[in-house]
């Protein structure tokens, strides 16, 4: 970026990205730059082994060794890399249809037995599927080939033959039956595994003459001509044009303008080494074994030469983290920093922050094009119709829209069940339930005493907790006492969660008013809407934990959460409510207030305008249709019961929503 910002960007042919060892960078390079649509060439070498010509050659070896069993003699015939006259898939068919009428006989004599017999049947129709054909002839047909092979390869199977034989039959088997085209309709990788066959072959073949020809199993050919081919690579190319992405041995034999050093961390550069568990440094010293000073010395002389294989500018990374594990910087960084000090430029990380990750990214960033137009698919998560507005508005379903859009779809418009977590014993949700319920009688009991609410003092103070403590008793099982009454109201040491309720309530002024539970309905004025319609009018309904009036008529409005406080980015319900009860009341609020029981924090919400936007745009969002899988932070994902529903990983390709902020019409 930096180079093309001051437009001394070598030409892309005379760029290498060096990586200090093939793997996985070279998997990682191909993804990476294919995805970006940045073209890139490199060679990279494959096992011979791996070949579907050579897994071919394995079933020919099968039938040699057992020619009259079903599998391999079926598994030859089959196979798309030959082809034998007057065998086709309806010839084997008829053969297996035989053999399973015959209880699927198998050996020499049977299979003779079967050919003579075939070769006297009269002509039959009529089996099923194979209408049409001559089932005898068929059967026949196969029949006689397995026996003309079997009697070809013969030698090849026999101990007394040399390797030079089997070799030659191998030879006149592939002339004789081998397809003369590539069956995966990819000529050169076929081309290039059978020339690399043939060779091996000509090469056992010089090795057998030298050595005089002298009798081998087959099991031994077979084992020798493995070995060979499993010691074989070779090179697959990819691209012809574009960056170069190849490893720092080759780096050296070439000359580039810009070179860019990945993977600078210890381990890397210089390569981790194994010792050897069994002997000491010192004693393979004496055998010639280089030492870890010298290892290392050599590996530091051939970096530096890598260095000096860019002609002009040379860029260096390094990957912070390894499996959510910091890495190590690697000691040659500081070569780097010796060797070309006058030229050195480092570059701060957020300049770097707008790296290309993926093809869409490339796209939308500008940096490539399209190969084509690309027809207007469905985006997942996004509905074509509009849907009735969602009002009245509850602030509970926005609030789950906000931590992940699909969720509040699955339960809000197709009304589907979450699955809970099954909790043995006392549930979250039933603690908060009851801790609900024992704030709100609790309350209520207490106020119910004098005609205003009475305030909370170090005076009464143990007489409100033993009031809220008969009334925990009655609420809560009886087998949860010892531990929730605790977790309530204290032990030694800890002050429980109503115990400090009720002290926040001695750090307040007089009550003229509290309501408990208290339901409301407001048709919510607000200054401008989702469509920028001014004033805008919503209809908002919920129910309040506690709202307080004071003795000046400000309302301070509480809602209990038995677990943390909720993140302001994902909750809007007690600063809406207070605007609710704020115009209902014709009051000023002075307060929205989470109260956390666990944490025992109270947490101050009096953010209204940043609750209308959020309010705006989740309106806006659920109008249109949005109902992306976005969690939005994943581990929500973990105990989610619609994870099988929403099929987060397919819409995590698509590109986001765009999120925009509405401004009033003017
Ligand atoms: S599994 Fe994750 S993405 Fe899917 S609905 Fe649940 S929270 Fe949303």
């Not at 309530?505 to 001014?534: C, D, I």
Request: hydrophobic residues 35%.
């Amino acid at each position: 970026k930096v180079l093309a910002k001051n437009g001394t960007l070598p030409e892309i042919n005379r760029i290498a990205v060096v990586v200090p060892t093939p793997l996985p960078y070279l998997y990682l390079a191909k993804q990476v730059f294919g995805q970006a649509g940045i073209p890139y060439q490199l060679q990279d070498g494959f096992p011979l082994t791996t070949e579907p010509y050579l897994a071919a050659i394995d079933l020919l070896f099968d039938f040699i060794e057992h020619p009259t069993e079903y599998s391999p003699s079926f598994q030859l015939l089959l196979n798309p890399f030959f082809e034998f006259p007057g065998v086709s898939e309806h010839a084997l068919v008829a053969l297996e249809t035989e053999l399973q009428t015959r209880n699927n006989i198998h050996g020499n004599e049977a299979w003779a037995r079967m050919r003579n017999r075939s070769r006297q049947q009269p002509v039959q129709l009529g089996i099923p599927g194979l209408e049409g054909h001559n089932h005898s002839g068929l059967v026949q047909n196969v029949l006689e080939t397995i026996h003309t092979l079997e009697h070809t390869l013969t030698p090849m199977a026999s101990p007394t033959t040399p390797m030079t034989t089997k070799i030659n039959g191998m030879r006149d088997f592939l002339t004789r039956y081998e397809r003369t085209t590539s069956p995966h309709d990819d000529a050169p990788r076929h081309n290039r595994a059978r020339g690399a066959l043939l060779t091996i072959l000509d090469q056992l073949e010089n090795v057998d003459r030298v050595l005089g020809e002298s009798p081998v199993e087959f099991h031994t050919f077979r084992k020798t001509l493995h070995d060979a081919v499993q010691s074989h690579t070779f090179s697959e190319r990819t691209g012809d044009n574009g960056i170069h992405i190849i490893d720092a041995r080759s780096a050296a034999l070439g000359m580039f303008d810009l070179v860019i050093l990945v993977g600078l961390n210890e381990g890397e550069w210089p390569s981790r080494r194994d010792h050897n568990i069994f002997y000491p440094q010192w004693l393979l010293q004496d055998f010639g074994w280089p030492s870890d000073f010298d290892s290392l010395s050599s590996e530091r002389i051939a970096f530096k030469e890598l260095i000096r294989v860019s002609r002009r500018h040379v860029a260096v990374f390094r990957h912070q983290l390894e499996e959510d594990a910091p890495t190590i910087s690697s000691p040659f960084l500081e070569d780097i920093e010796d060797l070309t000090a006058a030229h050195t430029q480092h570059i701060p990380a957020r300049a770097m922050n707008a790296l290309v990750t993926s093809r869409n990214h490339a796209l939308r960033s500008g940096l490539v094009q399209p190969d084509r137009s690309v027809p207007k698919r469905p985006t997942p998560g996004i509905l074509k119709q509009r849907l009735p507005k969602p009002e009245p508005v509850s602030a509970t379903a926005f609030e789950l829209y906000l931590r992940c859009p699909f969720k509040y779809y699955a339960k809000y418009i197709l009304h589907l069940d979450e699955e809970d977590e099954i909790h043995m014993g006392f549930s979250p949700l039933q603690r908060g339930r009851i801790v609900h319920e024992i704030l709100k009688e609790g309350f209520q009991q207490w106020d119910a005493t004098a005609d205003v609410p009475q305030p909370y003092t170090e005076e009464n103070y143990d007489q409100a907790v033993s009031l809220f403590r008969r009334i925990a008793k009655e609420k809560i099982p009886r087998k949860y006492h010892s531990i929730e009454l605790a977790r309530l109201f204290g032990s030694h040491g800890h002050v429980g969660a109503i115990e400090w309720v009720l002290r926040q309530e001695m750090t307040r002024g007089p009550v003229a008013k509290r309501f408990v539970e208290h339901p409301f309905r407001t048709n919510l004025r607000l200054e401008y809407g989702p469509n920028g319609e001014s004033p805008w009018h919503v209809d908002i309904k919920g129910r309040v934990d506690r709202v307080d009036i004071d003795l000046a008529g400000r309302i301070h409005v509480f809602d209990y959460k038995t677990g943390k406080a909720p993140e302001s980015k994902v909750t809007l319900q007690i600063p809406l409510y207070a605007m609710c009860l704020a115009q209902d009341f014709s009051a000023e609020t002075t307060q929205a207030t989470y109260l956390s029981l666990r944490d025992r924090k109270a947490v101050r919400r009096d953010d209204y305008e940043k609750t209308a936007t959020q309010l705006r745009e989740t309106y806006r969002l659920i109008s249109e249709g949005h109902f992306p899988p976005r969690p939005y932070q994943d581990h929500l994902c973990n105990s989610c019961g619609y994870i099988g529903l929403c099929r987060k990983e397919i819409s995590e390709t698509a590109l986001p929503t765009e999120v925009q902020e509405v401004k009033p019409i003017t």
